[in-house]
C-alpha cells in the first residue's frame, strides 16, 4: 500500500499544501469563520452577476416549481422545460445550431474529446491548456501532440506530424492562468488546412470578451461545423454547469455516446432557470463589460506605476508573477494582513518556478477598491522579508 503520509508531508515540505477555507461570500467582500472581512480579489464572479436579485429570484422560482434536484440523468426523465429552454437560448445567443448542457466545464471536455476521438486518432493541444482537456485527451487514447504556448509555427508543425484518423486541435480562448488570448484565427486557419476540429475551451471568455459571446466572437471567427465551444456558466454568469455549443452532428453524437452525458444526473432546473436568468442580464447589461474594462485599464496603469511584475494580460485575469512558492504565500498572507483575499497560485496548476498571485477583477469592484489593492500591493512591494 502506498504511504500517502509521506506522500503529504512532502507536499507541505515544498510549500504546495492546499486547505479548504470556510468563507461566507457576499459580493466582492468574503467573511471569514471569525467575523474578519476581506475584500476578494480571487473569484471568477466576472460580471457580479452571481447574486444578482434577478438571479436569485429565478432560482427561487424554478425551485419552487420543479424541486431542488432533477431526479436523473437527462435521457432518462431528468431534462425538464427549462434545461431545453436554456441549450436553445445558449445556442441562439452563440448563433450556433444546438448547445448540450453539462454538469461541469470539466466534464464537457472529457466528454468531447474522449467521444469525438479513439485510438488511433490525433489531438493537438497548447502546453498551458486547462487541466481537463489533457485529460480528456488521455481518456480518449488517441495520440496527443502539445506545441508552445499560443506558438503558431509550432502548431503548424504538430498538425502536419498527425496521420491517417481524426484530428481535433484544442485550446483555451482565455488561459485560466496565464489571461492571455489564444490566436484563434490563425487557429481556425490552420485547422481548415488539415481538416481538423477545433475545440475552444471558453471557460474566461464567455460572458466577458465579444460582446458576451467570448473569445470566437471577439476575433470574429465564423462558426463553421469544425468549430466546437465549450462555455461555463459559472463564472461571467455566475451560476453552475457548462455547455457545448457546436454543430448539429456533434451534439447528437455526445447524446448518443458521451459516457459523462448518458451517466450523469442532470443538474438542478432552478440552476437552469437562474441561468437563463442571468443570461439575459449578460446580454442586455453592456455597462458591466464597460465598467469592468475600465478597471482592468486602471488596475494595469497603477501597477506599471509601482513596478509590479504583471504578465500581458487585457482580460480580468490579472497575473501577478512571484516566481517561487514561498514567495507567493508570503504575498498573499501579506495581503490578507492588510484585509485583501488573492490566492497564491503553485505547482502543479503552473510550472514549476510560476508561481503567481492570480488577481482577478469583477464588476462588482469599484474603482476605490481596486485603488486599495494597488495600495496593498505597493506596501507589500517595498516589503524585503521574502526576497
Same mark, same amino acid.
Given at each position: 500500500?502506498?504511504?500517502?503520509?509521506?506522500?503529504?508531508?512532502?507536499?507541505?515540505?515544498?510549500?504546495?499544501?492546499?486547505?479548504?477555507?470556510?468563507?461566507?461570500?457576499?459580493?466582492?467582500?468574503?467573511?471569514?469563520?471569525?467575523?474578519?472581512?476581506?475584500?476578494?480579489?480571487?473569484?471568477?464572479?466576472?460580471?457580479?452577476?452571481?447574486?444578482?436579485?434577478?438571479?436569485?429570484?429565478?432560482?427561487?422560482?424554478?425551485?419552487?416549481?420543479?424541486?431542488? /434536484? %432533477? #431526479? *436523473?440523468?437527462? !435521457?432518462?426523465?431528468?431534462?425538464?422545460?427549462?434545461?431545453?429552454?436554456?441549450?436553445?437560448? @445558449? $445556442? =441562439?445567443?452563440?448563433?450556433?445550431?444546438?448547445?448540450?448542457?453539462?454538469?461541469?466545464?470539466?466534464?464537457?471536455?472529457?466528454?468531447?474529446?474522449?467521444?469525438?476521438?479513439?485510438?488511433?486518432?490525433?489531438?493537438?493541444?497548447?502546453?498551458?491548456?486547462?487541466?481537463?482537456?489533457?485529460?480528456?485527451?488521455?481518456?480518449?487514447?488517441?495520440?496527443?501532440?502539445?506545441?508552445?504556448?499560443?506558438?503558431?509555427?509550432?502548431?503548424?508543425?504538430?498538425?502536419?506530424?498527425? /496521420? %491517417? #484518423? *481524426?484530428?481535433? !486541435?484544442?485550446?483555451?480562448?482565455?488561459?485560466?492562468?496565464?489571461?492571455?488570448?489564444?490566436? @484563434? $484565427? =490563425?487557429?481556425?486557419?490552420?485547422?481548415?488546412?488539415?481538416?481538423?476540429?477545433?475545440?475552444?475551451?471558453?471557460?474566461?471568455?464567455?460572458?466577458?470578451?465579444?460582446?458576451?459571446?467570448?473569445?470566437?466572437?471577439?476575433?470574429?471567427?465564423?462558426?463553421?461545423?469544425?468549430?466546437?465551444?465549450?462555455?461555463?456558466?459559472?463564472?461571467?454568469?455566475?451560476?453552475?454547469?457548462?455547455?457545448?455549443?457546436?454543430?448539429?452532428?456533434?451534439?447528437?453524437?455526445?447524446?448518443?455516446?458521451?459516457?459523462?452525458?448518458?451517466?450523469?444526473?442532470?443538474?438542478?432546473?432552478?440552476?437552469?432557470?437562474?441561468?437563463?436568468?442571468?443570461?439575459?442580464?449578460?446580454?442586455?447589461?453592456?455597462?458591466?463589460?464597460?465598467?469592468?474594462?475600465?478597471?482592468?485599464?486602471?488596475?494595469?496603469?497603477?501597477?506599471?506605476?509601482?513596478?509590479?511584475?504583471?504578465?500581458?494580460?487585457?482580460?480580468?485575469?490579472?497575473?501577478?508573477?512571484?516566481?517561487?512558492?514561498?514567495?507567493?504565500?508570503?504575498?498573499?498572507?501579506?495581503?490578507?494582513?492588510?484585509?485583501?483575499?488573492?490566492?497564491?497560485?503553485?505547482?502543479?496548476?503552473?510550472?514549476?518556478?510560476?508561481?503567481?498571485?492570480?488577481?482577478?477583477?469583477?464588476?462588482?469592484?469599484?474603482?476605490?477598491?481596486?485603488?486599495?489593492?494597488?495600495?496593498?500591493?505597493?506596501?507589500?512591494?517595498?516589503?524585503?522579508?521574502?526576497?
Amino acid at each position: 500500500m502506498k504511504d500517502l503520509s509521506a506522500d503529504l508531508q512532502q507536499t507541505r515540505q515544498q510549500q504546495r499544501y492546499r486547505s479548504n477555507r470556510v468563507l461566507q461570500r457576499d459580493g466582492v467582500i468574503c467573511r471569514t469563520e471569525d467575523g474578519r472581512e476581506l475584500l476578494a480579489f480571487c473569484s471568477n464572479d466576472y460580471l457580479g452577476l452571481s447574486q444578482h436579485p434577478q438571479v436569485v429570484a429565478a432560482f427561487q422560482r424554478g425551485a419552487e416549481r420543479y424541486g431542488v /434536484g %432533477s #431526479g *436523473a440523468a437527462h !435521457l432518462i426523465n431528468g431534462h425538464g422545460p427549462a434545461h431545453q429552454a436554456l441549450e436553445e437560448e @445558449l $445556442a =441562439e445567443f452563440l448563433g450556433r445550431p444546438r448547445a448540450l448542457l453539462f454538469s461541469t466545464g470539466y466534464m464537457a471536455n472529457l466528454a468531447l474529446i474522449s467521444t469525438l476521438l479513439g485510438r488511433g486518432d490525433w489531438v493537438v493541444q497548447d502546453r498551458l491548456n486547462h487541466a481537463s482537456l489533457l485529460d480528456g485527451a488521455q481518456l480518449s487514447r488517441a495520440r496527443l501532440k502539445r506545441y508552445a504556448h499560443a506558438d503558431l509555427a509550432d502548431a503548424r508543425q504538430r498538425l502536419t506530424q498527425t /496521420g %491517417s #484518423g *481524426a484530428t481535433l !486541435l484544442a485550446t483555451d480562448g482565455v488561459f485560466s492562468m496565464d489571461g492571455d488570448l489564444a490566436p @484563434l $484565427a =490563425e487557429l481556425q486557419c490552420l485547422c481548415s488546412q488539415h481538416h481538423s476540429w477545433l475545440l475552444l475551451d471558453d471557460a474566461h471568455g464567455f460572458g466577458v470578451l465579444g460582446k458576451g459571446r467570448g473569445t470566437a466572437a471577439h476575433y470574429g471567427l465564423t462558426a463553421t461545423d469544425d468549430l466546437i465551444q465549450m462555455i461555463t456558466l459559472g463564472k461571467a454568469l455566475g451560476t453552475f454547469g457548462a455547455a457545448v455549443v457546436a454543430s448539429e452532428a456533434v451534439i447528437e453524437t455526445l447524446i448518443q455516446r458521451a459516457r459523462p452525458y448518458i451517466f450523469t444526473t442532470a443538474s438542478p432546473p432552478a440552476n437552469a432557470e437562474a441561468s437563463r436568468a442571468a443570461l439575459r442580464l449578460l446580454a442586455s447589461e453592456h455597462w458591466r463589460r464597460e465598467h469592468l474594462q475600465a478597471l482592468i485599464a486602471r488596475f494595469r496603469q497603477g501597477a506599471e506605476q509601482i513596478g509590479l511584475p504583471l504578465m500581458a494580460s487585457t482580460t480580468p485575469i490579472q497575473p501577478l508573477l512571484l516566481g517561487s512558492e514561498a514567495r507567493a504565500l508570503a504575498w498573499s498572507r501579506g495581503l490578507e494582513q492588510a484585509g485583501i483575499l488573492v490566492s497564491a497560485i503553485r505547482p502543479p496548476t503552473v510550472p514549476q518556478g510560476a508561481s503567481r498571485l492570480r488577481i482577478t477583477l469583477s464588476a462588482e469592484h469599484s474603482p476605490e477598491q481596486v485603488d486599495r489593492l494597488l495600495d496593498a500591493l505597493q506596501n507589500r512591494g517595498q516589503m524585503t522579508d521574502d526576497r
